[in-house]
């Protein structure tokens, strides 16, 4: 941008400098010497608005020296801004099309509004796989930034559903502003992928009870939980300082976590009095067992068993060390 700033200037300079030569010169118009000035300049081959003197012909010959240079300067310049930013679009373009193409198991985010920008954070947080799908071409300078794969397009669209691997994906969140765009996204995703799991974005009765018959697992209204929260701070505030615990801004010490006993996992058959005996700051608050009930805070002597989900609350280094324990032979 600086040489194409330098070049516009020298451009025009140039262009007053024989402006005002001409009418020096030759003694021509303001008109017919801009006019010179310009033909002369783009060489374009018309004759002389009048017969030149031998000043004027030296004047031209200067100008002409001086003038054509820096219009190819600058159309040199104006060239490589042009290919050297579709070479960068097209690098760009290509490696993230490579980045979201190696992913599995990942979560798509579709819309990135206030509410979108939330779940991105938290999963980059946590170092899950995420692949953001936004409209807006407007976003897409801070979207780079960010540093996550991310793809351009309407999420209603088949096409951009399939480049973000939906087929692969572990989870996809429905989460723009619109409810017809967030019911539509639902019943492709869930076409698309009977298995994945799907949290959309709805306002009111009527939205939530669409969005759950179109195939969502689970529908947030960020106005109703909102409204929510405070009532509850104001009738119970010590539940709620204690539920804070479980998010991202709660602490920097204590955490609520769920994980998963992997196939061939060393958790698979120990006891919930073993795993708890580990840590001091370790707590099993819940087990899931296939399609069972959630069995809240279980038994000592209950047996972990592979493809368990437990949900654990307690200091964050060591629920990182039991998800590594949970995670199978690799």
């Given amino acids: 941008m600086r040489r194409f700033e330098l070049a516009i200037l020298g451009l025009a300079l140039i262009s007053i400098t024989g402006t005002v030569g001409y009418v020096v010169v030759e003694d021509m118009s303001w008109v017919n010497a801009l006019y010179m000035t310009i033909i002369t300049l783009s060489t374009v081959g018309f004759a002389e608005v009048q017969p030149l003197t031998q000043a004027g012909r030296l ?79 407007d976003k897409e300078a801070e979207l780079e930034q960010l540093g996550a794969p991310f793809l351009i397009g309407s999420a209603t669209s088949d096409d951009v559903l399939d480049r973000a691997h939906i087929e692969f994906a572990r989870a996809i969140v429905a989460g723009t502003a619109s409810d017809a765009d967030n019911l539509f996204m639902t019943l492709s995703a869930r076409e698309k992928n009977p298995d994945i799991r799907i949290h959309a974005r709805g306002e009111g009765e009527a939205a939530s009870r669409r969005l759950r018959l179109a195939g969502a697992d689970q529908v947030i209204s960020p106005y109703q939980s909102g409204g929510l929260q405070i009532a509850t701070s104001i009738l119970r505030p010590a539940v709620v300082d204690f539920l804070e615990i479980s998010r991202p801004l709660g602490g920097e010490e204590v955490d ?75």
């Fill in 59 to 137: 004047f031209t010959v200067l100008l002409i020296t001086a003038g054509v240079g820096s219009v190819l300067y600058l159309a040199s310049v104006i060239a490589q801004v042009v290919i050297e930013g579709s070479i960068s679009r097209m690098m760009g373009a290509s490696a993230m099309t490579r980045r979201v193409d190696e992913l599995r198991n990942h979560v798509i985010v579709c819309g990135f509004g206030r509410f979108g920008r939330i779940v991105v954070d938290e999963m980059m947080r946590s170092r899950v796989a995420v692949v953001i799908v936004e409209r807006d071409p």
């Fill in 256 to 330: 609520l976590e769920e994980l998963r006993v992997e196939e061939g996992s060393e958790l698979a058959g120990q006891t919930i009095a073993t795993l708890e005996g580990g840590s001091t700051k370790l707590r099993i608050v819940a087990l899931r067992r296939g399609t069972a009930r959630i069995e809240l805070v279980p038994g000592p002597d209950v047996e972990t068993q592979e493809g368990d989900h437990l949900v654990l609350i307690g200091d964050r280094d060591t629920l990182q060390d039991l998800a590594k324990r949970a995670s199978g032979p690799r």
